[in-house]
Antibody, heavy 119, light 112 residues
Framework: QVLLVESGGGVVQPGRSLRLSCAAS????????LHWVRQPPGKGLEWMTS????????FYADSVKGRFTISRDTSKNTLFLHMDNLRREDTAMYYC????????????WGQGTLVTVSS | QSALTQAASVSGSPGQSITISCTGT?????????VSWYQQHPGKAPKLIIY???HRPSGISDRFSGSKSDNTASLTISGLQADDEADYYC????????????FGGGTKLTVL
């Protein structure tokens, strides 16, 4: 079955950087678009960024454009999220999700990794 | 403020039916057939329960159904069960400014 396992979260000071990883298995990694969605504590879901199956097309929410970078490594079946210049409002659970081929929904989710931005 | 509007909470008794609405705009729900719904139990990851407005993934009970009219999507849960108590989120593709995904603020379902 599809398995997505996030890692890399932790406590980081404002202005610092962090890289999240999402190890994928159970499907053909190179055939699926992938996404990062976050959820601040006690709040709702917020789409962050997406990457096409071939890694060429990348899209970002305005709130993270210029600070976050999505990438994928097919040789490692892993999705990454590099986060620079972190702000307190970036504190959230970060989920990776597999997208449908037509980009119309998120069909599998990882368990999430918590990022806390605090001094 | 979320781009899609959902009621904060809804409740029902076991066996009853409830409907959760999700209101968007002409740039998202009204324009695209990509509405999806996610169920999230406390401390757990979201789970897809409806995609493309009204389709159920394999393994999802037929007690869950979805529909759409103009800029409003709806999720109906019939024959409420205790395990249905969770948060429910709607989502849609949006092109208001650029490639974008928007979520509703979530609805907390309480089974009385």
């Amino acid at each position: 079955q599809v398995l997505l396992v996030e890692s890399g979260g932790g406590v980081v000071q404002p202005g610092r950087s962090l890289r999240l990883s999402c190890a994928a298995s159970g499907f053909t990694f190179s055939s699926a678009p992938l996404h990062w969605v976050r959820q601040p504590p006690g709040k709702g879901l917020e789409w962050m960024t997406s990457v096409s199956s071939d890694g060429v097309r990348k899209f970002y929410a305005d709130s993270v454009k210029g600070r976050f970078t999505i990438s994928r490594d097919t040789s490692k079946n892993t999705l990454f999220l590099h986060m620079d210049n972190l702000r307190r409002e970036d504190t959230a659970m970060y989920y990776c999700a597999r997208g449908s081929p037509a980009w119309s929904y998120f069909d599998s989710w990882g368990q999430g990794t918590l990022v806390t931005v605090s001094s | 403020q979320s781009a899609l509007t959902q009621a904060a909470s809804v409740s029902g008794s076991p066996g009853q039916s409830i409907t959760i609405s999700c209101t968007g705009t002409r740039n998202d729900i009204a324009h695209y057939g990509s509405v999806s719904w996610y169920q999230q139990h406390p401390g757990k990851a979201p789970k897809l329960i409806i995609y493309d407005v009204s389709h159920r993934p394999s393994g999802i009970s037929d007690r869950f159904s979805g529909s759409k009219s103009d800029n409003t999507a709806s999720l109906t849960i019939s024959g409420l069960q205790a395990d249905d108590e969770a948060d429910y989120y709607c989502a849609s593709y949006s092109n208001a400014l650029s490639f974008d995904w928007v979520f509703g603020g979530g609805t907390k379902l309480t089974v009385l």
